[in-house]
């Protein structure tokens, strides 16, 4: 690597200590958007682009305060991390885990810059939540949470200006919550939020866009190596709405799907889910149980405590959990049982390391800022759809999103096929999402 990503990387590690996942997202980025910008556009390096997009442009950071069910007090931090507002107003969701912290969210935000702007939909990017943990609180607590949440959230947000979405911990329920209080203290009925219930507001098959729009992106991944998904077999980490609905159209699609996990364990199945499987697994999380040994005892299937999906023998493994699930140990495994192809379902849930050895093994990689962009282009949808009044049917937004993941496909090609012939998916979305950013940034001059 050259001298001006060596000095941009000991910059990037004085300014932002104690903030692993930022350093790591920006570093990923940074290797690939520096050699291109010296080589087809040093103009960019004098601007110092990079620089100011991995700059937040703002960081909210407030007390929430709320009354749980035994008139106890408690007392959450929220967050929203307003990264990039070149192409459009900030754009990304809202994360409930007690694992929310700022180098998570500064991360997260980070990577939906990119990510929003391979849509080609006028979208800036940002990220947001709290250390509120969902599990185990009643609807009552959940809701007198958002409601606070909301009562600060409001003062920073707007559909010209900032509109989240859901993300971990944050489902229909919680946007539902957190759009009544928005309402009822700008008293407006505008389109603020995405993740909305259909019947107000919401786009149909936007929890099943990511899942979805992941499973269309390796579409054709496969459809460039002259292959298809009608038989292969699949690994997917997590049971969330990602992990679910990518089985789903998987299974659609012909492809044996084999596992899905959560932070206990994995459930195998050897002989493949089926939809109605998968319908089960999905019912049981909706009446709150995490336990997957009622699967294990309704159909032939084997639990397996503590691990990861990654050792199974399998041709394509699609993580879907959270940051950093798979590492340099797993991507071996996978490379040993002969996997062909790895597209991230999560956000970043690579390790640097295990990126690398994949890459070297030549197994077909696709970042999750292409692969999982499904989310965030539906929720563009659904604020079209706001604006002009209408809700489209299910068939015309599946197509839409289907449009959308092989544009960012081509767009992976376009800037990541390299001279041997191979695509570099990662430095396709990468500089794909890099450029139109840096130029939007450099007409608009130095703000």
């Given at each position: 690597m050259s001298p001006n990503y060596h000095s941009f990387i000991k910059?990037?590690?004085?300014?932002?200590?104690?903030?692993p996942e930022f350093i790591q997202a920006v570093t990923e980025v940074a290797e690939d958007v520096i050699p291109y910008m010296e080589n087809h556009s040093p103009a960019l390096l004098k601007e110092k682009v990079l620089?100011?997009?991995?700059?937040p442009e703002r960081i909210v950071s407030?007390?929430?305060?709320?009354?749980?069910?035994?008139?106890?007090?408690?007392?959450?931090?929220?967050?929203?991390?307003?990264?990039?507002?070149?192409?459009?107003?900030?754009?990304?969701?809202?994360?409930?885990?007690?694992?929310?912290n700022l180098s998570i969210l500064k991360f997260l935000a980070f990577?939906?810059?990119?990510?929003?702007?391979?849509?080609?939909?006028?979208?800036?990017?940002?990220?947001?939540?709290?250390?509120?943990?969902?599990?185990?609180?009643?609807?009552?607590?959940?809701?007198?949470?958002?409601?606070?949440?909301?009562?600060?959230?409001?003062?920073?947000?707007?559909?010209?200006?900032?509109?989240?979405?859901?993300?971990?911990?944050?489902?229909?329920?919680?946007?539902?919550?957190?759009?009544?209080?928005y309402k009822r203290i700008r008293n407006e009925f505008t389109g603020i939020l995405t993740g909305k219930g259909p019947s107000w507001g919401g786009s149909l098959i936007r929890p099943e866009a990511t899942g979805y729009g992941l499973l269309y992106f390796v579409e054709k991944m496969l459809y460039e190596r002259d292959m298809t998904l009608k038989g292969k077999t699949i690994t997917i980490s997590g049971s969330g709405n990602v992990a679910q609905y990518a089985a789903i159209k998987a299974i659609h699609m012909g492809a044996k799907v084999i596992s899905v996990s959560n932070s206990d364990g994995v459930l195998y199945d050897r002989d493949g889910f089926t939809i109605d499987k998968i319908n089960f697994l999905a019912q049981l999380k909706t009446n709150g149980s995490r336990d997957f040994k009622e699967y294990t005892e309704?159909?032939?299937?084997?639990?397996?405590?503590?691990?990861?999906?990654?050792?199974?023998?399998?041709?394509?493994?699609?993580?879907?959990?959270t940051q950093n699930e798979l590492n340099e140990k797993d991507a071996t495994l996978l490379i040993e049982n002969g996997c062909i192809c790895i597209a991230e379902g999560a956000?970043?849930?690579?390790?640097?390391?295990?990126?690398?050895?994949?890459?070297?093994?030549?197994?077909?990689y696709a970042p999750g800022k292409a692969a999982n962009a499904g989310g965030v282009a539906v929720s563009g949808l659904e604020m079209s759809q706001?604006?002009?009044?209408?809700?489209?049917?299910?068939?015309?937004?599946d197509n839409k999103l289907k449009t959308i993941m092989h544009e960012i496909h081509d767009t992976c090609i376009h800037y990541g096929r390299e001279e041997s012939g191979k695509i570099n998916y990662l430095k396709g979305a990468n500089i794909g999402g890099f450029i139109k950013v840096a130029k939007a940034m450099t007409a608009q001059g130095i703000v």
């Open positions: 910059m990037l590690k004085l300014k932002n200590p104690h903030q620089e100011r997009i991995m700059e407030f007390r929430v305060c709320w009354e749980d069910d035994q008139h106890t007090i408690q007392i959450n931090r929220g967050f929203r991390v307003q990264m990039n507002s070149a192409i459009g107003p900030y754009k990304g969701g809202l994360r409930f885990s007690p694992t929310v990577e939906q810059v990119f990510k929003n702007s391979l849509t080609g939909l006028p979208l800036g990017g940002g990220k947001g939540g709290s250390d509120f943990d969902p599990r185990g609180k009643s609807d009552r607590e959940i809701m007198r949470f958002c409601q606070s949440f909301m009562t600060e959230l409001c003062r920073h947000i707007g559909p010209n200006l900032d509109v989240p979405a859901g993300d971990i911990g944050v489902g229909e329920r919680e946007i539902g919550y957190l759009f009544g209080q309704t159909y032939q299937s084997e639990f397996i405590p503590g691990e990861k999906p990654w050792k199974l023998k399998c041709d394509i493994a699609l993580p879907c959990a956000n970043m849930p690579c390790t640097l390391q295990a990126v690398r050895l994949v890459q070297k093994a030549g197994i077909s706001n604006r002009i009044g209408q809700c489209w049917s299910e068939e015309k937004v």
